[in-house]
């Protein structure tokens, strides 16, 4: 659901990397590893065994360009579209062979093993199915850690996030198959007035932008997208009214991956069936598909404004989110969807995501009872939106993945505060892959385990991968710092995804692409086509779009947004020394009271004005940068930072640079009488002018640069 929209405390602690000066921010100690989990083993039938290729070569878990992907539709087992020439595949049958179930078994056990202990995650379930059967369902670890409840495949319902997504475009594919909606109608159409999207002077968002995630919205999730406290739960069309975000751009431009947009979409198929989200997606998708045990319902008491809690039976056996620390497991209260369900709101067993797989690989059909139909499979498979030729794209509401062998998959990931899951069919193999994880430090294990099963048993991997070198002016291309567009536009939370959202990417001396982002970075090799790169590690692709000599944009892996190119004066560089020169300035500033001499103090009364506003200010500064630091330092603890949003001390680090700025401007217009000054014998020196010159240019530029950055707003978190 959040699809890392922040992947721990590092991300927001690189507020402090701009905001202070090199050495004030110590680094997090390594905790030590935690012990391996329990399991709890349930095995569906097993699938012919088939010998496969060699052990996965290597269990090093890459780095990721993208929120992690996931599930999809159907069609025969099939031979691979062909990868292209200048990127390594290891050939693959045209029939693909079932997998082995216990040779499955024992290495996913392996991952999953290696995987948990040092993510510390403690616990995790997984399902896989292929053919029509479950050859894999296995718990791993615990569910409550106070009570060593194991974690069941069968009983143990976890947070599945923005997986939900998929049941939402069912639901919205029904309605448009029926000719109630209009894949290309205005969403308004189908809105009521109150929740219907404004905006005169940009064109309609229709359904089909909001399928494949280009509305054009902003995206905000700080103090609104989770709920601790259940009494703040608000109902779907209340939540859609008061959390409306601005439109930044025309529809089906750009991809900028959107909760509201998806949940906007529930609203509307709610609207056109009358009935409430939960129970039109019960009726229509749960029921049918035997789903007993998967509800979008949160675990609550009874409100009369909202759907019905979920069932005292399914909330005595959800999975307990647990947070990560020095002193262990720390369990954590759950996370309340409810306000933005169609987008992710589910919970759902390994068991019952085992039964969606089926379905979605059947396409639209299970145990002879059918949820949708052929064309909307269909649609589920085809590509809707791709930005550019080679990047990324999505299909109705369906990430569309690349896999290693150049096979194909679909699906889509999760991510709350405390879950992250990972949905992966393979229409190709007849094989889809469900898992997902209830500790905050294990992002990266749901993202890798379909590649990494496909890997071991259907595309061993080249033992020395090609790549082609990028020569100097190729570079040059391609360098630069590249801003997300899947963030806030304005306010506080603007400032923040203006930070987390920032990758730079610059070439390395072996002629390959260097991508930071999310505090990672990652090795790209140039592809025989322009502008495109494919992972060291895996079968992702990177595409860049290119203006004359140079590079504007690029889409990573997933689709979720585009990076366009930013230079002065939103490059991070600028900012930071901005920032360090402007914080030696202060400290000189008030250290110069103490230690001037008196033959200095001698100041005519506009300099004696000015030397009071330029000293102010220079506290003002230095208390807005501690009060971003302390910010940064308990951003730690990301439920925090999401349910107290906005924070005190970043409120009153912004306030405190604002009322800066204003005396910023004034002590500027002081300047030219501060240089007239008065007699000789009664003014400051050439040099302590230059000095009050200097500092006030550097806080004016200091000033300029936090209100681009949208810093100098504390009434707009």
Request: glycine share 10%.
């Amino acid at each position: 659901m959040t699809s890392r929209l922040l992947s721990g405390s590092a991300l927001l602690a690189v507020l402090i990397g701009l905001l202070l000066p090199a050495g004030l921010v110590g680094a997090q100690e390594t905790t030590p590893p935690a012990e391996p989990a329990a399991s709890v083993t349930s095995t569906g039938p097993a699938a012919p065994v088939a010998e496969g290729p060699r052990p996965y070569a290597s269990l090093k878990r890459p780095a990721r360009l993208r929120p992690r992907p996931v599930a999809f539709a159907t069609r025969p087992v099939t031979a691979p579209p062909a990868a292209p020439a200048d990127i390594p595949q290891v050939p693959v049958a045209t029939a693909a062979a079932a997998l082995p179930a216990p040779e499955l078994e024992a290495f996913v056990d392996g991952l999953m093993q290696r995987g948990m202990v040092e993510d510390h995650i403690a616990g995790a379930t997984i399902s896989v199915v292929q053919n029509g059967q479950v050859i894999l369902k296995k718990g791993y670890g615990v569910a409550s850690v106070k009570s060593r409840r194991a974690v069941d495949p069968d009983r143990t319902l976890f947070r599945v996030a923005s997986i939900s997504k998929t049941f939402t475009w069912i639901t919205l594919m029904n309605e448009i198959e029926a000719g109630r909606m209009r894949l290309d109608g205005p969403v308004n159409l189908y809105l009521p007035e109150a929740i219907q999207i404004r905006g005169k002077n940009m064109g309609p968002v229709r359904l089909r932008d909001l399928m494949t995630h280009t509305p054009g919205f902003e995206d905000r999730a700080m103090g609104q997208l989770f709920e601790q406290d259940w009494q703040r739960v608000r109902p779907l069309n209340e939540y859609l009214r008061q959390e409306r975000p601005r439109r930044v751009r025309e529809p089906g431009t750009l991809p900028s991956y959107s909760n509201y947009g998806a949940a906007l979409a529930g609203a509307a198929v709610a609207n056109v069936t009358g009935k409430p989200f939960e129970q039109l997606v019960a009726e229509e998708i749960l029921f049918p598909a035997g789903m007993t045990r998967t509800t979008f319902r949160d675990a609550r008491p009874w409100r009369e404004d909202l759907p019905a809690p979920m069932s005292p039976a399914l909330a005595a056996d959800r999975s307990d989110g647990f947070r990560w620390t020095p002193l262990g497991w720390q369990e954590q209260p759950p996370e309340m969807t409810g306000q933005i369900a169609p987008a992710g709101g589910a919970s759902s067993t390994a068991a019952d995501m085992a039964r969606y797989m089926m379905l979605l690989l059947g396409g639209g059909t299970l145990d002879g009872k059918t949820v949708y139909s052929p064309r909307t499979a269909k649609a589920f498979e085809t590509v809707m939106y791709r930005p550019t030729p080679d990047a990324a794209g999505w299909n109705a509401g369906f990430q569309d993945i690349p896999l290693p062998g150049g096979r194909r998959g679909f699906g889509h990931a999760g991510d709350t505060l405390w879950f992250h899951s990972n949905l992966v069919v393979v229409p190709d193999l007849g094989l889809g892959i469900f898992i997902a994880v209830n500790t905050d430090t294990g992002a990266e294990l749901p993202s890798e385990i379909p590649s990494a099963i496909i890997s071991h048993f259907y595309a061993r991997p080249p033992a020395v991968p090609v790549s082609r070198a990028l020569n100097a002016e190729d570079a040059r291309r391609y360098e630069g710092d590249y801003l997300g567009t899947r963030r806030a536009y304005h306010g506080l939370e603007a400032f923040v995804g203006r930070i987390i959202r920032l990758a730079k990417v610059r070439a390395t001396p072996d002629g390959q692409l260097a991508i930071l982002m999310d505090g990672k970075s990652t090795l790209w090799n140039a592809t025989s086509r322009p502008g495109v790169f494919q992972s060291v590690n895996g079968p992702e692709v990177v595409a860049f779009e290119t203006a004359g000599e140079r590079a504007v944009r690029f889409y990573p892996n997933g689709g979720w947004a585009a990076f366009e190119r930013v230079g002065f004066p939103y490059g991070a560089g600028l900012l930071t020394w901005v920032v360090v020169l402007s914080a030696l300035a202060s400290v000189a500033t008030l250290a110069g009271v103490f230690v001037r001499n008196r033959r200095e103090t001698r100041q005519t009364p506009t300099q004696t004005r000015a030397n009071l506003l330029q000293t102010t200010q220079a506290v003002l500064w230095l208390i807005a940068l501690g009060c971003v630091g302390v910010f940064a330092s308990k951003s730690n603890d990301i439920a925090a930072v999401f349910f107290n949003w906005p924070s005190g001390w970043l409120v009153t680090g912004s306030a405190c640079a604002l009322v800066a700025s204003v005396l910023a401007v004034v002590t500027l217009l002081m300047a030219p009488m501060v240089w007239k000054g008065g007699r000789r014998v009664d003014s400051w020196t050439t040099l302590r002018k230059v000095a009050f010159t200097y500092t006030t240019l550097l806080y004016i530029g200091l000033a300029i640069l936090l209100g681009l950055w949208n810093v100098l707003l504390p009434w707009g978190g």
